[in-house]
């Protein structure tokens, strides 16, 4: 077998990004078995050729791993999907940090498999971890935005493309973790429903910030229902109020 090229091979591989989230299950339809049986040659192909590199970046073996932990659970092998999941949080962690969103998406997907397994323990600390993790990305974003806006700062020409920092395909990924999470949470919003409001709060941010103002109090006014529900502390109440005053107040971060 002679050695594909490997430019071409990685930014094809870089091009799986975004998408792996709608690969089918192994209980899917015969097409959707042949989308899988396709993505495994391709991959085992460009597994092969990052082996065989020598310059090779983490995060390239990050997006490798995380790719093949994808295509083993759509074929409900865990134990595979483990071992690459396990080896896209170490990859990821060393070119981003452990704490970082590029880094999350292992850990999201890992607590998937802990909680199909039944593992709800371990499931639940994993996605707490992705929550706070996306929880202070977008809060420290918010608070810039927020501070510049109070001391009526002109940002024009130094804001991102969109205002949470993320391109299309990361607020893609942030949306489906935090909603995924937060369907897990209200099925136990009884149990902890702080939980459940921080979820809340991080997709009322999420979408404050990408300027989708309906959303945001959509989410801002259900986290305040469940904390009058749960009778939870008045400053838990006044943080959700706040940020319900400020999406009401406008439809955009900065004036």
């Not at 940090?97 to 039944?118: C, P, Q, R, V, W």
């Not at 977008?138 to 130094?158: E, F, M, P, W």
């Amino acid at each position: 077998m002679s050695a594909p090229d490997s430019t071409a091979h990685f930014h094809a591989l870089l091009q799986l990004r975004g998408r792996a989230a709608t690969w089918p299950t192994a209980a899917a339809a015969p097409a959707g078995l042949g989308r899988i049986i396709q993505a495994e040659e391709y991959l085992l192909q460009a597994q092969w050729t990052v082996l065989k590199s020598t310059d090779c970046s983490n995060a390239t073996h990050s997006l490798l791993h995380r790719n093949l932990g994808l295509l083993y659970m759509a074929k409900n092998n865990y134990e595979e999907a483990r071992y690459h999941l396990a080896n896209d949080i170490y990859f990821a962690s060393c070119a981003f940090g452990t704490e970082d969103i590029k880094t999350s998406g292992g850990y999201f997907h890992l607590a998937n498999i802990f909680h199909d397994l039944k593992k709800l323990d371990l499931a639940d600390t994993l996605y707490t971890k992705v929550s706070e993790i996306w929880y202070k990305y977008l809060n420290d974003h918010y608070q810039v935005l927020s501070q510049a806006r109070i001391q009526q700062i002109d940002l024009l020409g130094k804001r991102f493309e969109t205002d949470t920092g993320l391109d299309e395909a990361q607020e893609a990924e942030a949306i489906q973790s935090l909603t995924s999470i937060l369907n897990i949470r209200e099925s136990t919003s009884d149990k902890a429903p702080q939980k459940t409001i921080f979820v809340l709060k991080t997709l009322v941010m999420l979408y404050y910030l990408m300027m989708n103002s309906a959303k945001a109090q959509e989410y801002a006014m259900r986290a305040l229902s469940l904390a009058k529900e749960q009778q939870l502390d008045v400053q838990e109440q006044s943080t959700i109020q706040e940020l319900l005053s400020l999406i009401s107040a406008e439809d955009h971060p900065i004036t």
